[in-house]
């Protein structure tokens, strides 16, 4: 940390609020993501606000009606060994499980991994080797590296969590200067990889509330070097039974600078029986849902290649969870 910098610990909700509002400040989670960022002068924001003294954002709990609220500024390792909720949950236990390493969990924050900055290969790099290039749109500038002809950054979102609690239907408690509102955890992200989250100055993400009756899930992720690397690819599918169908929920993650949510697939497989067709079609249908660019370190076909083979086999493990047998009795 720089001595441009400094630390706030307030410990209430409505300080963290008027704080922020404040040009320059930010969040500190665990630090994992903004202190690298800032070593490499990614970020200069003078004022660091830690969560850690709020009350409403440091505690897990369960209402009466058993839905789970896990507060912001509770790190990844504390959810993680939560053992009621963890069991009630397991598609988000092993979500959080390969989030990089033992030492990194114990020190991120579950909502700090939900808010992750975006990453670009061309961005994410040593101030000498910036300097060749001009700035580009999550620098200040008017360009993007990565797709020259967007009009918008394409950074990409490497949340292991969002599609997580996405998939779950988890709902955030978003805290601002007017009264606290609670969105849909998709509804969080804008797909601007420059400005990746629909917060307005002063507003943040104090709690995360889960349903009450946990979906069957199944979370998947793709890297090159487990426990270093971000993902290449990963998802998050949970189904929740009908009488005559399916409610599917379907999201895939480091594909872009959002989540996104495969409608397509999803309407595939609310009906009928999950024999290997359908669910080979349903995979594939992600290679058009998903547009990838040149920003990872697999590029844009090793990067389809790895969400389609990941749906597949998750869609597997899900049928057998399901206890179908894939084909018509």
């Not at 169908?245 to 959002?258: F, H, K, L, N, Q």
Request: aromatic fraction near 6%; charged fraction near 25%; glycine fraction near 10%.
């Amino acid at each position: 940390m720089t001595t441009h910098t400094k630390m706030i610990e307030p410990s209430a909700a409505e300080d963290v609020t008027r704080i922020l509002g404040k040009p320059g400040s930010k969040i500190f989670g665990g630090g994992t993501d903004l202190v690298p960022n800032r070593t490499w002068g990614l970020d200069t924001s003078p004022t660091w606000v830690q969560l850690r003294r709020v009350p409403e954002a440091s505690l897990i709990s369960s209402d009466g009606e058993g839905r789970w609220s896990i507060g912001a500024a509770l790190t990844l390792q504390a959810v993680l060994e939560h053992p009621q909720l963890c069991a009630s949950y397991p598609l988000l236990a092993d979500a959080i499980r390969v989030v990089a390493t033992y030492e990194i969990r114990n020190q991120a924050t579950i909502g700090g991994n939900l808010c992750l900055d975006t990453r670009c290969r061309f961005r994410n790099q040593p101030p000498i080797w910036r300097s060749g290039l001009d700035p580009c749109f999550k620098s200040g500038g008017t360009r993007c590296y990565a797709a020259p002809r967007s009009s918008q950054c394409v950074a990409i979102f490497s949340s292991d969590t969002a599609p997580a609690f996405i998939a779950l239907g988890a709902q955030l408690k978003v805290q601002s200067q007017n009264n606290p509102r609670w969105i849909e955890a998709l509804d969080l992200y804008t797909g601007d990889g420059d400005h990746h989250l629909a917060l307005e100055t002063g507003e943040w993400i104090e709690t995360i509330r889960l349903p009450s009756s946990p979906p069957l899930g199944v979370f998947d992720k793709w890297r090159i070097r487990e426990g270093i690397d971000f993902p290449e690819a990963n998802l998050a599918i949970t189904v929740v039974p009908r009488e005559n169908s399916r409610e599917v929920r379907m999201v895939v993650g480091a594909m872009g600078s959002g989540p996104i949510r495969l409608r397509t697939s999803e309407r595939l497989l609310a009906e009928g029986v999950w024999d290997d067709d359908k669910l080979f079609l349903a995979a594939h249908m992600v290679t058009g849902s998903i547009h990838p660019y040149d920003n990872g370190q697999m590029g844009v076909v090793g990067r389809k290649r790895a969400a389609e083979h990941l749906l597949y086999r998750a869609l597997e493990k899900l049928r057998t969870m399901m206890g179908e047998k894939g084909e018509e009795a």
